[in-house]
C-alpha cells in the first residue's frame, strides 16, 4: 500500500477564540493511501498541548509508512503496529483507512460500519464571544 501525507493550512471562516488563545488558520496533517489503484483520504489536526504539532503528525506518518502494510482491511492490527503517540497522525491514517476500505467494496463508511446514515451525536466547541453570539451558537 502507497501512503503519503502533507501538511495543510486550512483558513477557518472565523476567527476561533478560546480562553489560551485566538486563531484564523489551522494546519492539519492529510494522509492519502493507494491500494489496488483505490485512494483513501484521511485529515485530522494535530493539538500543541499535546506535543503535536502538523510537522510531527507528518513526520510520523513518513517514517512509520511501512508498519501499514498492504491489507487495508486489517485495521486493528495495522493501529496495534503503529507506535501509540502522535495522535493526530493516527487518526488521520485510521480515518485513511476506513475511507479506503469503502471506496474498494463500494461503501460508504458509514454503511460500512453498520451506522445509521444521520449518524452518532458529536461535540461542537462554542467559542468565547458576545453573550448573544454565543447563545446564537448553541
Given at each position: 500500500?502507497q501512503v ?5 493550512t ?5 476567527t476561533?477564540?478560546i480562553?489560551?488563545?485566538?486563531q484564523?488558520t489551522?494546519?492539519?496533517?492529510q494522509?492519502e493511501?493507494?491500494h ?8 485530522a489536526?494535530?493539538?500543541e498541548r499535546?506535543?503535536?504539532?502538523a510537522a510531527?503528525?507528518?513526520e510520523?506518518?513518513?517514517?512509520h509508512?511501512?508498519l501499514?502494510g ?5 485495521l ?13 497522525a493516527r ?7 476506513h ?11 458509514w ?12 461535540s461542537?466547541t462554542?467559542w ?6 454565543m447563545?446564537r451558537r448553541?
Amino acid at each position: 500500500m502507497q501512503v503519503s501525507g502533507r501538511v495543510v493550512t486550512l483558513r477557518l471562516g472565523e476567527t476561533f477564540v478560546i480562553s489560551r488563545s485566538a486563531q484564523d488558520t489551522a494546519e492539519v496533517v492529510q494522509v492519502e493511501l493507494e491500494h489496488e489503484g483505490v485512494r483513501g483520504f484521511g485529515e485530522a489536526a494535530p493539538i500543541e498541548r499535546y506535543d503535536e504539532s502538523a510537522a510531527s503528525a507528518l513526520e510520523y506518518v513518513e517514517e512509520h509508512a511501512e508498519l501499514v502494510g498492504d491489507d487495508p482491511f486489517a485495521l486493528e492490527d495495522i493501529l496495534d503496529r503503529l507506535p501509540k503517540h502522535e495522535f493526530a497522525a493516527r487518526s488521520a491514517i485510521d480515518a485513511a483507512l476506513h475511507d479506503l476500505c469503502g471506496r474498494l467494496v463500494e461503501l460508504p463508511v458509514w454503511r460500512l460500519l453498520g451506522l445509521s446514515r444521520i449518524g452518532p451525536p458529536t461535540s461542537w466547541t462554542i467559542w468565547l464571544g458576545d453573550p448573544d453570539d454565543m447563545a446564537r451558537r448553541v
